[in-house]
């Protein structure tokens, strides 16, 4: 007769413990750093082509600023995950408060991107809108 060694339920239990801790901090880390790419501020470089003359906007998201002849509303911004490229987006929407006309149409109303602005260009014959950075 064979007698077998009984494993050491300690053992086990502090194993189980450590893995358990293990993933319970991964995911805190990973629920922080999604969160922190995700900012509540974006700002915009709006350059007036008759003026030459460059000005920087912060607004907070969700509220509608108006800038001389825009109103310009942030919904939300996010950074890139990576560092060695950053990429910032922005979900912009810009009125032109000078036509009577259509005031309900937006000059533009999408994604604006910080790295390609020709992805998605901002087209007005006196302003020039860009995206800086979101945090």
Known sequence: MVLKKNIQAGKNKINL??????IYFFLVNYSISQNN?????????ILDKISSKNTLVRLKNGDLIKF???SIKSLKCKNSEFDDNP??????????LTDQNNNEVFVFNGWMFSSSPSIAPFDHPVYDVWLVNCY
């Open 37 to 45: 790419l995700e900012g509540s501020f974006t700002d915009l470089k």
């Open 68 to 70: 001389k002849d825009l």
């Open 87 to 96: 990429e910032i987006t922005a979900y912009i929407q810009v009125k032109d």
């Open 17 to 22: 413990l450590l893995l358990s801790f293990a």
